[in-house]
Nanobody, 116 residues
Framework: QVQLVESGGGLVQAGGSLRLSCAAS????????MGWFRQAPGKERDFVAR????????YYAESVKGRFTISRDNAENTVFLQMNSLKLEDTAVYYC?????????WGQGTQVTVSS
């Protein structure tokens, strides 16, 4: 079992940057593949980025490639999402996800709002 708490969301102008953090508690954080998803109003929850348990591979949705960077600090049980060149369409609630052997855990989400 792992508990996830996101932070770092907020209001930012288009073209700006935000850095989301996801702090994990519980055992064996370094075993979990970690990811970020987002859900815009009236839409389904979509994949944004993922990083393997050891940090050696990352994956991104096409819509964020080149703008977002996922990273992790296993010593601090934290995963990050650096978001640059934000667009209006990046507005959503961002959720942290942990996955291990098919088990999935979710945080409560943090709101990101991009204004023009």
């Amino acid at each position: 079992q792992v508990q996830l708490v996101e932070s770092g969301g907020g209001l930012v102008q288009a073209g700006g940057s935000l850095r989301l953090s996801c702090a994990a508690s519980g055992r064996s954080f370094s075993r979990y593949n970690m990811g970020w998803f987002r859900q815009a109003p009236g839409k389904e929850r979509d994949f944004v980025a993922r990083i393997r348990w050891n940090g050696d591979s990352t994956y991104y949705a096409e819509s964020v490639k080149g703008r977002f960077t996922i990273s992790r600090d296993n010593a601090e049980n934290t995963v990050f999402l650096q978001m640059n060149s934000l667009k209006l369409e990046d507005t959503a609630v961002y959720y942290c996800n942990a996955e291990f052997l098919g088990q999935q855990f979710w945080g409560q989400g943090t709101q990101v709002t991009v204004s023009s």
